[in-house]
């Protein structure tokens, strides 16, 4: 597509529920990173998928969180047991792998843990 | 890990002025890059800057590529009020990897 689609745009969801996000980053680009952005916040790295590489899970907050990219496209980040701390805008971004290029972001999910 | 110190971290401005901030690191960077974040959404790349000293503009927007390699600054002439936003810095390390993001200004116009 034109753009990073994210998918929902909203979830809200009950304490100790698993949780999956959705990202469907351009075609074309092999890099995909996943953030988190609590309320008035930066943006907290979380994971990266370049290629057929391993992906970098450096910023990955807990065991709870995981994410994998399936057919080099499409990705999705799972988090299990959710915690209200959870509760934040999951955003994800793709890029071309070379270069000293910008990410495009899609527009998040916020989610909410009650 | 790497770090962008980002300044200031909110501004608080009346519509017409100048707005100016800027993002410093402690190693070199290849490439400046400034995003804003309207509220629900997410950031949108605004100026990208590949060369030291380079002086970039777009429309009001006018951002630098320090000769150091080591900061950046972004300067908004006559700011209105659909200016108001986060603003995030971000750059590319010269060893390589992902882009390191600033903490974010989160910018506040007065009409």
């Known amino acids: 597509g034109a753009g990073v689609s994210q998918s929902p745009s909203n979830k809200v969801t009950e304490k100790g529920k698993d949780v999956e996000l959705r990202c469907d980053p351009i075609?074309?680009?092999?890099?995909l990173y996943w953030y988190r952005q609590s309320l008035g916040q930066g943006l907290e790295f979380l994971i990266y998928?370049?290629?057929?590489?391993?992906?970098?899970k450096s910023g990955l907050p807990s065991d709870r969180f995981s994410a994998e990219r399936t057919g080099g496209s499409v990705s999705t980040l799972t988090i299990q047991r959710t915690q209200q701390e959870d509760s934040a805008v999951y955003l994800c971004?793709?890029?071309?792998?070379?270069?000293?290029?910008?990410?495009?972001f899609g527009s998040g999910t916020r989610l909410t843990v009650v | 890990g790497q770090q962008l110190n980002q300044s200031p971290q909110s501004m608080f401005i009346q519509e017409g002025e100048d707005v100016s901030m800027n993002c410093t690191s402690s190693s070199i960077f290849n490439t400046w890059l400034w995003y804003k974040q309207d509220p629900g959404e997410g950031p949108v790349l605004l100026i990208a800057?590949?060369?030291?000293?380079e002086l970039t503009s777009n429309g009001r927007l006018t951002a630098q590529f320090g000769i150091t390699r080591k900061d950046s600054f972004l300067n908004i002439s006559a700011s209105i009020p659909s200016d108001v936003g986060i603003y995030f810095c971000a750059g590319h390390p010269i060893q390589g990897g992902k882009l390191i993001f600033g903490q974010g200004t989160e910018l506040s116009v007065k009409p």
């Open positions: 998928f370049q290629g057929n590489s391993a992906p970098d």
């Open positions: 075609s074309g680009h092999t890099a």
């Open positions: 800057l590949y060369k030291a000293g």
């Open positions: 971004a793709s890029s071309f792998a070379r270069g000293n290029y910008g990410y495009t």
